[in-house]
């Protein structure tokens, strides 16, 4: 009997089953297929062993989206390295920290971003490459001399398989731990709730730094033996040409909206979609009515986090209700709960918890955090305020934590408030997320000067240009002589919401 439980195993079975079919299709350039995956992700099994990784090293990539980038994932479980994929928006200041915490035997980056990142990092990590075939400094390059490796290494469900970074209330990044269990216990529950069948065609604009685009899309297909239609980054008119010969699409709601702005978005184009998925940042109820009266299908929406991968979906067969989550996934608990963890009554606001599978193994070398965020009897708080109709329907009302989602992307205030504060002129600041028509949230910054400081919106955003990835920067700055405070001196943050609801409209 075979013990191990290395989620590439799970996937060679499809990879070997699928054969000529493509897995990987990028417009305008080379595609693959199946047949060729395992051959082509054991050759980067090679190459990263010829750079002393090894099981449980960590392996840092900070890559745009390519063929290359899904094989080196794959090499990454197969050897059984832990996988850390950082945003490609982040600068080498933010980098910089990544590699702290993490301790990466190889750090993998964009050819156009080596210079300045090998300048920042060459002390912290051994091997610093790329993913170009460039003759120097390339992980493609070894790739080329290598032979492939067939082994997939034995790990316990236990062993972590990624890491990934999720933004901290107190401006410090947490590092979420993720086991080949927790991630393949979620793949094969959303590959048979979303009922994957055989021809599906997967239409794929998500970047893969993020659960949504690395996890719940590439697994979902790589276990159905789906080709993918894996485009760099999310465009109109490339998703539009796309649509006619695909089945099923995952976005975040700007995706939507972005297409129901478009008058060539078309009932006809639809008619070979099964299923839309939406996940990342709350949908509209409004973008789900519209979308449906323009396409005819209903937007089928779901809910999860980085630390838990999906936790709740409306149903596949069944009512989808706008503005609602859905219900538990099969092998997965939620309660809504008190702040002392104790489960209220259906239809009163409380914190989101979960138990399952699904959930992950704490925050890297955070015990503390780790233990903050877990009950004692095992269940997650998900930070998340949420109702549970009596059928166990949920919806998601706020968020207990600070956070902000704008683009799909989580963004906690405190880290660009700490950015601000640091800036001349500035006493302090408050930063917040209001209304965006694309982008569901913009981050908008309410500043307060040193006295006879003057100092304007260009000033700030200047300095934070090399210090935040754009999506984090103030869509907004406004200055005013003092911040809402209540009896106790804490920022009123809903005031400042209320005040400025409409700046971005």
């Known amino acids: 009997m075979n013990n191990n439980s290395n989620l590439y195993l799970l996937f060679s079975e499809a990879i070997s089953a699928s054969d000529d079919i493509d897995f990987l299709h990028v417009p305008h350039g080379p595609s693959l297929k199946y047949r060729d995956t395992d051959e082509a992700s054991g050759r980067f099994h090679s190459a990263l062993a010829s750079l002393g990784v090894t099981k449980g090293d960590r392996v840092v990539v900070q890559v745009g989206k390519s063929i290359e980038s899904v094989l080196l994932y794959l090499a990454c479980l197969r050897i059984g390295a832990i996988y850390i994929p ?9 980098v910089s920290y990544f590699i702290d915490d993490a301790e990466p035997r190889v750090f993998i980056c964009d050819p156009l971003a080596h210079t300045s990142l090998g300048s920042v990092l060459h002390e912290k990590v051994a091997h610093i490459l790329t993913l170009s075939a460039n003759g120097t400094g390339s992980l493609v390059d070894l790739y080329n001399e290598k032979d492939a490796v067939n082994d997939i290494v034995d790990c316990s469900a236990e062993d972590l398989a990624a890491i990934l970074y999720t933004s901290g209330t107190t401006g410090r990044s947490k590092g979420a731990m993720l086991s080949h269990s927790n991630l393949s216990s979620n793949a094969q529950v959303l590959h048979q709730y979303w009922q994957f069948q055989h021809g599906d065609i997967l239409l794929h604009a998500l970047p893969i730094f993020h659960v949504h685009g690395l996890f719940v899309a590439l697994h979902c297909a790589l276990l159905n033996g789906s080709t993918i239609y894996f485009l760099p980054h999310f465009d109109a008119d490339t998703v539009l040409q796309q649509l006619p010969t695909s089945t099923v699409m995952m976005g975040v709601p700007t995706f939507y909206t972005r297409l129901l702005d478009r008058p060539d978005f078309t009932r006809d184009l639809c008619d070979n979609m ?3 998925i939406s996940g990342s940042a709350p949908l509209l109820a409004e973008t789900h009515v519209e979308f449906e009266q323009r396409t005819g299908h209903r937007i089928l929406e779901r809910y999860g986090m980085t630390e838990t991968g999906m936790i709740t979906s409306n ?8 503005g609602t989550v859905g219900y538990a996934l099969p092998g997965e608990s939620v309660r809504i709960a008190d702040d002392e963890g104790n489960e209220i009554a259906r239809g009163e606001t409380g914190v989101l918890e979960v138990k399952g599978s699904n959930v992950f193994q704490g ?4 015990p503390e955090k780790t233990r903050d965020e877990f009950r004692e009897d095992g269940w997650f708080i998900t930070g998340d305020l949420a109702t549970m109709s009596d059928d166990g329907r949920v ?18 205030p405190k880290e660009i408030e700490l950015a601000i504060d640091e800036c001349d002129g500035v006493k302090e600041s408050a930063v917040i997320g209001t209304p965006h028509a694309d982008f569901g949230e913009g981050v908008v910054a309410v500043v307060v000067t040193e006295d006879g400081v003057e100092i304007d919106e260009s000033d700030i ?34 005031t400042l919401r209320e005040d400025y609801q409409d700046c971005l409209k």
């Open 315 to 322: 149903p596949y067969d069944g009512e989808r209700i706008a």
């Open 395 to 412: 919806t998601i009302v706020g968020r207990e934590k600070d956070l902000i989602i704008s683009g799909g992307y989580n963004i906690y």
């Open 274 to 276: 099964r299923l839309f």
């Open 86 to 94: 950082l945003n490609t928006a982040y600068t080498p200041a933010e």
């Open 363 to 366: 925050y890297w070398r955070m």
């Open 461 to 494: 955003l200047e300095t934070l240009s090399g210090q935040l990835a754009r999506f984090k920067q103030p869509k907004r700055i406004f200055f005013v002589d003092e911040l809402p405070r209540n009896t106790m001196g804490k920022v009123q943050k809903n």
